[in-house]
């Protein structure tokens, strides 16, 4: 069990405290409620530029790593389609410097032309090397358009497109921030060798005068179950053909989440899971194969991906595919591949409790699902699954007019 205390500031900045004192470090952690999803389909992209501008400096810190790298700090972000979440680790006894940090950021981030050109740059030149030119970097600009034809799960944390970054205008990047980066709008998290006497003290005197803000409402159009098979096939300068099947799946809070998150296991986590067994190592179709859940907080989806190998036509490695998944909705599985997947889930649930960031991040994760504490009931709720429960959902998902499938052809 992580035990923790929470507070709100009048502001309403939730603030979550982790004593460990087992440790001689703290972390901070800053989860704001914004990622892809909250970007207007004509300005895609302005989620991840925020990470980027974050350390571009604030009005009272020119620049953000100096007084942080001096008192043994470290930091980093990361975006996704749901969140936005900032990270400091450093030593305990430099608590402070953390407080002064974000909140002279999220109080007053120092908006100029030129940080803005740099950061731009940077994600422009992120953009070119990870997604256009690299082999398959493409993927997820042409499948989640393909499985979202409503919701602004359409397009990558990255943007649908470059000229979006190219084009972003300072006056919109800076109604950006105001709608997203308040208190109100925002989690944090205190572990480590603190007291929550302590980070109440620091909260009050380093957040609690920034001004609450406008919450934002979130209204983001539903996506309707799909009802018909859709497909891509893409000739490109790849080394090896690549299969993409994705399938819709129900929200990341929806009850099914725990068996579908099974399921992805079953399928693809280790040498024994079932379609390296048999695809890799028994039928030797593919050289690689693996199955993943996005764990979207709106509907999600569903992946499989495979590498056939080169003397294997696409076809024959594509129905090999829906043979095993199919098989999964023929017949319960038995009780020891059950278990033996629940073990795996358990000890990695076990070693998530272990590492002080990765329980301040997950505290916050489920803080903004709706209660810290469900944390602490995760590894109950993978291993309450059943055969049963594993069997429907696989009868459920895996339908042919559920699934986009995307496949990319080597250039001969």
Not at 143 to 156: I, T
Not at 355 to 364: E, G, S, T, V
């Amino acid at each position: 069990m992580v035990k923790f205390n929470r507070f709100t500031l009048s502001n309403g900045l939730r603030v979550i405290v982790h004593e460990d004192h087992t440790t001689p470090m703290a972390v901070v952690n800053i989860l704001y409620d914004v990622g892809a999803r909250d970007e207007s389909p004509d300005q895609t992209g302005f989620a991840h530029l925020f990470e980027h501008l974050m350390f571009g400096g604030s009005i009272n810190i020119p620049v953000y790593d100096e007084p942080l790298q001096r008192v043994g700090g470290e930091n980093n972000a990361f975006t996704s389609n749901d969140i936005t979440n900032y990270y400091i680790t450093l030593p305990a006894a430099n608590l402070e410097t953390a407080f002064w940090l974000e909140s002279d950021r999220m109080l007053s981030l120092a908006f100029s032309e030129k940080s803005l050109e740099v950061q731009r740059n940077v994600v422009m030149e992120e953009f070119k090397q990870r997604y256009l030119n690299q082999p398959y970097g493409d993927v997820w600009l042409r499948l989640r358009p393909m499985v979202y034809k409503q919701h602004p799960y359409q397009w990558a944390t990255i943007g649908k497109n470059l000229e979006h970054i190219e084009h972003a205008k300072i006056e919109d990047v800076k109604a950006f921030f105001k709608k997203h980066y308040n208190p109100q709008n925002a989690i944090m998290v205190v572990g480590g060798d603190v007291t929550t006497e302590q980070v109440k003290a620091l909260a009050e005197k380093w957040f609690e005068p920034i001004p609450a803000g406008q919450k934002y409402e979130r209204n983001l159009p539903q996506e309707p179950d799909q009802q018909e098979e859709r497909r891509e096939i893409v000739t490109a300068k790849v080394p090896l053909n690549d299969i993409y099947i994705a399938f819709q799946v129900p929200a990341r809070t929806d009850e099914n989440y725990y068996a579908l998150d099974l399921i992805s296991d079953i399928l693809s986590r280790g040498q024994s899971s079932r379609l390296h067994r048999s695809l890799v190592r028994e039928k030797q179709l593919f050289s690689e194969i693996h199955a993943y859940l996005t764990g979207s907080f709106d509907k999600g989806m569903l992946v499989v991906e495979g590498k056939p190998l080169e003397n294997i036509n696409i076809e024959e490695a594509e129905a090999a595919i829906w043979q095993e998944l199919e098989e999964m909705g023929k017949a319960p599985i038995t009780d020891e591949e059950l278990t033996k997947v629940k073990n795996k889930t358990e000890s990695t649930m076990v070693f998530a409790e272990m590492a002080l960031l990765d329980k301040a991040m997950n505290l916050a994760y489920f803080e903004l699902l709706g209660d810290a504490d469900l944390f602490n009931y995760e590894t109950e709720n993978y291993l309450k699954v059943t055969a049963q429960q594993i069997q429907e959902q696989a009868q459920r998902v895996f339908r042919k007019e559920n699934s986009s499938t995307l496949i990319y052809l080597a250039e001969k």
